[in-house]
């Protein structure tokens, strides 16, 4: 099983702010990456190196890290935002990456 | 923006193996560092190696390593993973990913996958 830890869902409501965390050990070395998916689609990279965005990835999304956790923040979250995150880093060992099992988030 | 296009879906028996080719577009593949995810139905995404750049071994998980081997064509410009001795529950849409770094420091670096391929489906079945 993976090192990191995330919630398996969370919800919010239309334009208010949520928070998606990801816990591991590995976190206190290694910086983390968020990736977004929606149903039947690739991944798509929404975070990298603690809070940085690709270009196109609205500016409502960002990223923090606190110890051994890090955390995705969206501000005034949208229909649109309705998905899967998963977070991903290295593991202990350096040489081997690994994805946290995912949070299913709800606009409601 | 460079591309990663993945080959077609595949059904194969119990104990066949499968080649899962990943295409760069737009790029050199030799100046990359491609990676390989799957997803089970329903399932989250799980690493599943890549090729170590300093000896050209396959990287991967202690589970799988036995059964797994990443490739590279540079002339084609094309990646492939290959997993041995199928079983169902590797039945999962597999994904290529090209890895970015930057690094801060001797020992201060980020890493992260884009662009990724669009997956592809394997299916074991008997």
Same mark, same amino acid.
């Given at each position: $099983?993976? !090192?990191?830890?995330?919630?398996?869902?969370?919800?919010?409501?239309?334009?208010?702010? =949520? +928070?998606?965390?990801?816990?591991?050990?590995?976190?206190?070395?290694?910086?983390?990456?968020? *990736?977004q998916q929606?149903?039947g689609q690739?991944?798509?990279?929404?975070?990298?190196?603690? %809070? %940085?965005?690709? $270009?196109?990835?609205?500016?409502?999304? $960002?990223?923090?890290?606190?110890? %051994?956790? =890090?955390?995705?923040?969206?501000? !005034?979250?949208?229909? #649109?935002? #309705?998905?899967? *995150? *998963?977070?991903? $880093? +290295?593991?202990?060992? !350096?040489?081997?990456? #690994?994805f946290g099992?995912?949070?299913?988030?709800?606009?409601? | 923006? @460079?591309?990663?296009?993945?080959? /077609?879906?595949?059904?194969?028996?119990?104990?066949?193996?499968?080649?899962?080719?990943?295409?760069?577009?737009?790029?050199?593949?030799?100046?990359?560092?491609?990676?390989?995810?799957?997803?089970?139905? /329903?399932?989250?995404?799980?690493?599943?190696?890549?090729?170590?750049?300093?000896? /050209?071994?396959?990287?991967?998980?202690?589970?799988?390593?036995?059964?797994?081997?990443?490739?590279?064509?540079?002339?084609?410009?094309?990646?492939?993973?290959?997993?041995? /001795?199928?079983?169902?529950?590797?039945?999962?849409?597999? @994904?290529?990913?090209?890895?970015?770094?930057?690094?801060?420091?001797?020992?201060?670096?980020?890493?992260?996958?884009?662009?990724?391929?669009?997956?592809?489906?394997?299916?074991?079945?008997?």
């Amino acid at each position: $099983s993976s !090192g990191l830890t995330q919630d398996p869902a969370v919800s919010v409501a239309l334009g208010q702010t =949520v +928070r998606i965390t990801c816990q591991g050990d590995s976190l206190r070395r290694y910086s983390a990456s968020w *990736y977004q998916q929606k149903p039947g689609q690739a991944p798509v990279l929404v975070i990298f190196g603690l %809070n %940085n965005r690709p $270009s196109g990835i609205p500016d409502r999304f $960002s990223g923090s890290r606190s110890g %051994n956790t =890090v955390s995705l923040t969206i501000t !005034g979250a949208q229909a #649109e935002d #309705e998905a899967d *995150y *998963y977070c991903d $880093s +290295r593991d202990s060992s !350096g040489r081997h990456w #690994e994805f946290g099992g995912g949070t299913k988030l709800t606009v409601l | 923006q @460079f591309q990663l296009v993945q080959s /077609g879906a595949e059904v194969k028996k119990p104990g066949a193996s499968v080649k899962v080719s990943c295409k760069v577009s737009g790029y050199t593949l030799s100046e990359l560092s491609i990676h390989w995810m799957r997803q089970a139905p /329903g399932q989250g995404l799980e690493w599943m190696g890549t090729l170590d750049s300093e000896d /050209g071994e396959t990287v991967s998980p202690q589970k799988i390593q036995d059964r797994v081997t990443v490739t590279e064509d540079t002339s084609t410009n094309t990646a492939y993973l290959e997993l041995r /001795g199928l079983r169902s529950d590797d039945t999962a849409v597999y @994904f290529c990913a090209a890895k970015q770094w930057e690094r801060h420091s001797p020992a201060e670096e980020d890493t992260w996958f884009d662009p990724w391929g669009q997956g592809t489906l394997v299916t074991v079945s008997s």
